[in-house]
């Protein structure tokens, strides 16, 4: 089971962090990956950590600006969202997956139920 936390609403240029809790699995086993999904659109790749944490991968509109990590101690990966801005509006998934393949979402087995991020400008 994966649990986010952390989304809410800030103002365009703020910062926030979420959080995505396993429990029954072992995060540092799996590449992990974060995805959003905005009303009417599809569910898009935002950042994703392979399973040694070695490699860190993100979307374009994310680099430069949010950090995938992970605390295999607190089986937690997080992401670190700066410099927001209103379209990153959108509820953030966070999921799980066995293999290499980081950017498609239907490569993913396990998913989080989302946490709504929503930015005034």
């Known amino acids: 089971q994966l649990v986010e936390s952390g989304g809410g609403l800030v103002l365009a240029g703020g910062s926030l962090r979420l959080s995505c809790a396993a429990s029954?699995?072992?995060?540092?086993?799996?590449?992990t990956g974060w995805f959003r999904q905005a009303p009417g659109k599809e569910r898009e790749f935002v950042a994703a950590?392979?399973?040694?944490?070695?490699?860190?991968y993100y979307a374009e509109s994310a680099k430069g600006r949010f950090t995938i990590s992970r605390d295999n101690a607190k089986n937690t990966v997080y992401l670190q969202m700066n410099s927001l801005k209103p379209e990153d509006t959108a509820v953030y998934y966070c999921?799980?997956?066995?293999?290499?393949?980081?950017?498609?979402?239907?490569?993913?087995?396990?998913w989080g139920q989302g946490t709504q991020v929503t930015v005034s400008s």
């Open positions: 950590n392979s399973w040694s944490g070695n490699r860190t």
């Open positions: 029954g699995r072992t995060l540092s086993s799996y590449t």
């Open positions: 999921a799980a997956k066995s293999g290499t393949s980081v950017y498609n979402v239907g490569a993913y087995n396990y």
